[in-house]
């Protein structure tokens, strides 16, 4: 398996989203991990370049992040938005208003 160097995180409510890819640009890793579970999966990778939309809640996980020795940089949304390619990219748009399956 080739190395991340760069992760794209997208933060939600409970699930957060993760895109790595290698110095090439070829993705790596696409998942879920569950909030719980981010610290873990974060502490585990060699440091690396983590990029995320800037939200009341990314200065947080900014902080933890760095910790761990990884470059963290936030983003602004509207730097953001030009990659967006539908309405909702954070994996809920499969289950409507309620979040019933």
């Not at 993760?18 to 873990?40: F, P, Y």
């Not at 983003?75 to 019933?100: L, N, Q, W």
């Amino acid at each position: 398996m080739k190395e991340i160097t760069t992760v794209g995180l997208d933060l939600a409510k409970n699930v957060f989203q993760v895109h790595g890819v290698d110095a090439e640009g070829a993705v790596v890793v696409r998942r879920q991990v569950k909030r719980a579970q981010v610290l873990l999966y974060f502490s585990r990778l060699r440091p690396c370049l983590i990029g995320m939309e800037a939200c009341a809640g990314a200065h947080y996980w900014a902080r933890e992040l760095a910790k761990f020795g990884h470059d963290v940089r936030l983003i602004p949304p509207s730097y953001v938005k030009p990659f967006v390619r539908r309405g909702k990219t954070d994996g809920e748009e499969d289950r409507g208003a309620s979040g019933a399956a």
